[in-house]
């Protein structure tokens, strides 16, 4: 029995270790996030923490998982709506990018980080010159649907689809589970042979 001892304490340890990191992995540490990509690419950054007005030629702006316009589209924000942009990126050669910090949509849909193209929003305390406000895009469906009703035309236009992920999908929490679910039967598994073998 004083030889199992050491076996049953190792699995115990080992247990609170395994669900102690599964616990941690859906904690989202915003701060840490920015505040490490800021270091990583300080030659390259603003900080400005102020409040910007969306605005799209489209109607509405995509907020992308990464400051890159083929990263996965998290959602569409419809313009006139406010983000608060922490930092701008300038991606050498390439677009400006916003770091929208919001706690809720980033826990919404389990990210580190929302990035917004800095085209597709304006400062409305700073506004430039030639700022062209664009329309909200529900409210230029409507307006199209009113004029073809008027009309007695039908619109041939399809309907465009957006494309928003939803919560939890892309990340790595099912896997880890699955891998520490794997672990822990080995484990156990392990516990019942070391407990069979001393019989």
């Not at 991606?91 to 916003?98: E, F, L, S, T």
């Not at 619109?155 to 999908?169: C, K, L, N, Q, V």
Request: aromatic share 10%.
């Amino acid at each position: 029995m004083k030889k199992q001892i050491p076996v049953i304490l190792l699995t115990l340890v080992l247990c609170v270790c395994l669900f102690g990191g599964m616990a941690k992995a859906d904690v989202i540490e915003i701060d840490d996030y920015w505040e490490e990509f800021l270091y990583t690419h300080y030659q390259d950054c603003d900080v400005v923490d102020t409040y910007y007005t969306v605005n799209n030629k489209s109607g509405e702006a995509k907020v992308r998982e990464d400051a890159n316009r083929f990263s996965k589209t998290l959602l569409e924000v419809p313009n006139g709506e406010e983000v608060f942009i922490k930092l701008i990126y300038h991606v050498p050669n390439g677009a400006d990018w916003g770091f929208w910090l919001d706690d809720d949509v980033m826990g919404k849909y389990h990210t580190e980080a929302l990035w917004i193209q800095m085209s597709d929003v304006y400062d409305p305390e700073n506004p430039p010159e030639d700022l062209v406000i664009y329309e909200n895009k529900e409210t230029s469906r409507t307006e199209e649907s009113s004029k073809t009703e008027s009309s007695g035309e039908e619109s041939s236009e399809p309907e465009e689809s957006s494309e928003i992920i939803e919560p939890g999908s892309g990340n790595g929490t099912t896997l880890a589970i699955v891998i520490s679910a794997v672990i822990l039967v080995m484990l156990i598994s392990g516990l019942v042979l070391v407990l069979i073998k001393d019989r």
